[in-house]
């Protein structure tokens, strides 16, 4: 583990290009991956990316934001900014799961939900509450881990879990520095000093009760050394996916209710 760094030197760390995505973790953590798509109502949007596949012969349901490596990448999934399609998908591979009793682990690394006009047009706010509330109540263990970045409610509809991990460098944030200071401040100028107040950090978010873990990336962050850090992932949740899968179903969904009670109370 690093010595500890400023918000503002995390928040450049996961944007360093060449940090690891899903794409680059599934193979390395999971085996017999096999995609899904589409939503069954619009399209696919390839800002989420979902299937099944293997933990340690698990049978394990895999939900995901995805970024790109380059330009084209990212056009083709929209900077990882999901449009309704997209949560919908996520909700229909949560439910497939939950009736072939699969445990559902999900990957967060957003910027935020897409915010154009055909978002909207398409009902991106029922998109995203409608995950919410379904996910508080799915039958079925969820884990969920912050891989980068973590924005408002893009990224809450697939951060309700029985247990939230995040790795080391990444952040959560109610929206992003720079549309901090620009509404705070009127002055996106003020990006960093907004970065250093929000507590935003994997350690602010242990603290304040919204994350229960934090996974440890390589020396100078995840991005030298991508084995070591997918080793990390894949031991975290070969720990915690059967400690999960052994709880009484109701039990796990009243300490779910209970840790978000718990969060709404914290941050009134």
Not at 81 to 99: C, D, I, S
């Amino acid at each position: 583990m690093d010595e500890k760094k400023t918000a503002w030197e995390r928040l450049q760390l996961i944007h360093v290009k060449d940090r690891p995505t899903i794409r680059e973790y599934i193979p390395l953590i999971f085996t017999d991956y096999y995609e899904m798509h589409g939503d069954r109502l619009f399209g696919d949007d390839k800002a989420i990316f979902g299937g099944i596949a293997r933990l340690n012969n698990i049978p394990v349901t895999i939900i995901s934001m995805v970024k790109g490596r380059n330009i084209n990448e990212n056009k083709e999934c929209n900077f990882a900014m999901p449009h309704p399609e997209g949560y919908r998908k996520a909700l229909r591979l949560a439910r497939q799961a939950e009736k072939f009793h699969r445990p559902i682990i999900c990957f967060i690394d957003t910027p935020g939900a897409f915010c154009g006009i055909a978002a909207e047009e398409r009902g991106m706010g029922e998109a995203i509450a409608k995950n919410i509330a379904e996910f508080m109540t799915l039958r079925t263990p969820i884990i969920s881990i912050v891989l980068g970045e973590a924005g408002s409610g893009g990224a809450l509809a697939l951060g309700v879990c029985d247990e939230l991990a995040m790795l080391e460098n990444a952040q959560y944030s109610v929206l992003s520095p720079r549309g901090f200071a620009s509404i705070l401040w009127k002055d996106a100028s003020r990006e960093q000093e907004a970065c250093e107040i929000m507590r935003i950090t994997a350690e602010d978010m242990v603290e304040m009760g919204v994350a229960e873990a934090i996974i440890e990336e390589p020396l100078g962050g995840a991005h030298n050394d991508i084995d070591k850090i997918s080793e990390n992932i894949k031991e975290y949740l070969s720990k915690k996916i059967p400690e999960k899968c052994q709880k009484d179903i109701d039990v796990l969904l009243k300490e779910r209710y209970t840790k978000f009670r718990k969060i709404g109370e914290f941050t009134e």
